[in-house]
């Protein structure tokens, strides 16, 4: 169990001003209104040289001596520039270049609006000093007063004796008490001596010295530490750093101490260039304690991501991670990955892009965590693409090709150079009403496997030195478009329907003596039925004749909105498949496939139902289908019941037998007062009996803070079982409280969110099932 306490702190987004003085945040509709409506555009840039500028005045009444002194009574305004400042009285001396006002006083430029007893500004040197002041920085939440007010001769702002605060209400909830506060206005930052942080005007703690952000402008710093306690890790304290090393790089460093494993180190850099962009993550702990008798007492994962665009057509991209051992993301809550995920897949690629052609090399290498053996490393893969439309008549020519190298991590095992072209003919007609598609390809590849001498598996020992496939390709497919007007209880709707036909014919080829290094049986979902193939990959092309029919039907609403949609398909096999994969029994001798069906509407005004099944019509099986009901009748209101079932998705370590699931999940997030939220979440596999998770949290949010309580428990995963497949072995639960409070504007971490909640645990917001492809 684990039990965390986190001060968690943010800034808010820049808000629109409206024509009444008053700045309204979208995410809350907080409002702070100013004392006076305003007297300049808050859009306009500071003038750099506001000195050069004229000083006009009005006044009900004036004296002057010229070239000396003007004095001026009753609703005064002076402007110069876009600077503006109204009182009751003022005097201007004009050899001096000075102002002194009273009374009422209001002071604005482009930047704040300020209120005070009285200002004594210098109109050359462009400072001022206000006394008794309140001030509201324009675009911010932020606003506050101060004994003495100071606008230095860069508009930065020094305040004596003052407050801070992002709380729009005229009492803030929460405060700092400052004995003094420097604003820069260029860095956008607040630099504050001596604090007390004060919650309802009470002080909580104080600060010697602190910076705050005024602006969403990064800026180096530590970030508000967090502090946790598990039976697992004991005490957490960690204390991230933020350096903002340029404009364009900056990095996050991220101590942790762990009483019960020792001092776990995070740093996340990232980079930022004209035609690049990249995202590095290193993690490290040193004698792990907890995990030092499994041999592995120094953990570490790293990752680096990679993107570029150059200007001569070049494209870059790499994603390469590794982690000291599989567990690693069970144990420590990584920005790598995260434990629902069971692989790494380590990517590298050069392409080349021109109109009618593209060329790539690539290299990938997968790890798959909780398995003893590697998938085949892609040492290289160098592939070209080309494709001309309308060659003659009509006909588009198409031609692909690549050259891959499959090599094995260890010694002594098999590896293959696979070489395969594939060029393409067809005929597409293209109307608003219908569609037709011929093709025809031609698919040749050449395999040379280096298979060991002394390999004692079954699969390898059939396998040809050399290998040359050629099979051609046939395929036909056409679609209509329909459409009619109706309508349902008096509103009008518009419904389409399409059907369409696809016919495939591939001849049938023995491939028993070709391994398989990158290919995979396909999901048969309705869009996977009018594929040209059933396996990923080019080591298994199924032998193929068959007719696919399939109809879809939408209904659009007068405001082209979709409403429902609704398809359903088969393909038929006028002849059995051979082709299979060689440690599956995939050979399709049956008349059909499944039946393919979705659907997704809107039943009612605030009901919503999404769902999928594919049906054995042979058998009456159901090979795998999923539904989720919403219920949803405003911002932040949800109940969603879900239901998903997949036979035989893994193997029982133990028992040898094929392990089901068949689940049901509960998750709603209600508000329950006007600032009090609840969400939830439920999970429950009904083959095993038992919960897979639950999370609750309930939060209550104002506009100048927010606090968040939730508990967690999730079937932890855990590679050390007997073989990961073993799943109704493992009950290793993990259960957490977590406390989480904010004070809005007072730091730059995120805010608090029923959103992220919704994402909170195992299974995310409408992304229950993670099987769609």
Not at 234 to 249: E, H, R, S
Not at 574 to 600: G, K, R, T, W, Y
Not at 639 to 660: C, F, K, M, N, W
């Amino acid at each position: 169990m684990r039990f965390q306490l986190a001060l968690a702190c943010c800034c808010l987004p820049f808000a629109a001003w409206s024509q009444e003085g008053q700045v309204v945040v979208p995410d809350n509709q907080c409002i702070v209104r100013l004392p006076v409506p305003l007297m300049v555009d808050p859009n306009a840039p500071m003038e750099e040289d506001a000195s050069r500028e004229p000083v006009t005045v009005r006044a009900d009444r004036s004296e002057a001596i010229a070239g000396e002194t003007a004095r001026f009574r009753g609703d005064v305004k002076l402007t110069q520039g876009n600077r503006a400042i109204t009182a009751d009285s003022a005097e201007v001396r004009q050899q001096e270049q000075k102002v002194q006002a009273n009374g009422n006083l209001v002071y604005q430029d482009p930047a704040i609006t300020i209120t005070a007893e009285d200002l004594n500004a210098d109109l050359t040197r462009y400072n001022a000093t206000l006394n008794q002041a309140q001030y509201w920085l324009h675009g911010q939440q932020v606003h506050g007063d101060a004994g003495q007010l100071q606008i230095t001769g860069d508009n930065d702002l020094v305040l004596l004796g003052s407050s801070f605060t992002t709380c729009p209400s005229e009492v803030p909830d929460w405060e700092l008490k400052a004995e003094k506060i420097v604003i820069d206005s260029s860095e956008e930052w607040g630099r504050i001596y001596n604090a007390q942080v004060r919650l309802f005007d009470t002080p909580v703690f104080y600060v010697p010295y602190m910076t705050v952000p005024v602006s969403d402008k990064r800026k180096t710093g530590f970030l508000f530490p967090s502090i946790s306690t598990s039976t697992k890790n004991g005490v957490d304290i960690t204390a991230p750093f933020y350096w903002n090393i340029a404009p364009n790089y900056d990095l996050t460093l991220s101590p942790q101490v762990m009483s019960s494993r020792g001092v776990w180190l995070g740093a996340e850099g990232r980079y930022l260039q004209r035609d690049s962009a990249g995202l590095i993550n290193l993690e490290y702990i040193g004698n792990d304690r907890l995990d030092s008798l499994n041999g592995r007492p120094d953990r570490w994962a790293y990752s680096w991501e990679h993107s570029a665009r150059l200007d001569n057509g070049w494209r870059l991209h790499a994603d390469i991670a590794d982690i000291s051992d599989d567990n690693y993301f069970n144990d420590f809550d990584s920005a790598i990955s995260t434990s629902t995920d069971n692989q790494l897949s380590r990517v590298g690629e050069a392409a080349y892009f021109q109109k009618e052609w593209n060329f790539a090399a690539r290299v990938q290498d997968i790890k798959v965590l909780g398995e003893a053996e590697s998938p085949f490393q892609v040492l290289p893969q160098l592939s070209f693409q080309y494709h001309r439309p309308d060659v003659s008549r009509g006909l588009d020519f198409a031609f692909g090709t690549e050259l891959t190298r499959f090599a094995s991590q260890g010694n002594n095992q098999l590896e293959a150079i696979r070489w395969h072209m594939e060029p393409t003919l067809s005929l597409p007609f293209q109307t608003p009403a219908a569609s037709l598609l011929g093709e025809v390809k031609l698919m040749q590849t050449f395999y040379q496997q280096d298979v060991p001498d002394n390999t004692t598996n079954p699969l390898e020992q059939n396998l040809d030195d050399f290998v040359s496939r050629t099979l051609p390709q046939l395929r036909l497919h056409g679609q209509i478009n329909l459409e009619r007007r109706l309508s349902f209880r008096g509103q009008p709707l518009r419904q389409t329907l399409e059907p369409q036909a696809q016919y495939l014919y591939i001849p049938h080829e023995d491939q028993s003596d070709i391994g398989v290094y990158d290919t995979a049986l396909l999901q048969d979902d309705y869009s996977g039925l009018f594929r040209d193939r059933r396996f990923s990959g080019l080591d298994r092309i199924a032998d193929a004749n068959q007719l696919t029919l399939g109809v879809a039907t939408r209904i659009f609403d007068d405001g082209n909105d979709e409403r429902l949609r609704f398809a359903l398909g088969q393909i038929f096999y006028l002849s059995d498949s051979e082709v299979s994969l060689p440690d599956q029994s995939n050979q399709i001798q049956q008349s059909s496939s499944a039946l393919a069906m979705e659907l997704d509407m809107q039943a009612a005004r605030n009901w919503f139902l999404a769902g999928s099944l594919q049906l054995d019509t042979n058998s009456g099986i159901t090979n795998k289908s999923e539904l989720t009901l919403d219920y949803r009748p405003g911002r932040d209101k949800l109940v969603q019941l879900s239901h998903r079932y997949v036979p035989e998705l893994a193997i029982d370590a133990d028992t040898g037998e094929s392990v089901d699931i068949n689940q049901f999940g509960l998750r709603t997030t209600w508000p329950l007062t006007d600032n009090t939220y609840l969400v939830g979440n439920y999970y429950y596999d009904a083959n095993l009996n038992r919960s897979v998770e639950t999370f609750a949290g309930i939060q209550w949010e104002s506009c100048c803070w927010a606090i968040r309580l939730s508990y967690d428990r999730h079937l932890n995963t855990n590679y050390s079982d007997s073989g990961f497949t073993n799943i109704s072995q493992r009950n290793d639960f993990d259960t957490s409280w977590s406390l989480t409070f904010e004070l809005k504007g007072l730091g730059s971490s995120g805010p608090l969110g029923v959103s992220d909640m919704l994402d909170a645990g195992l299974f995310n917001y409408r992304r229950p099932y993670y099987l769609r492809n």
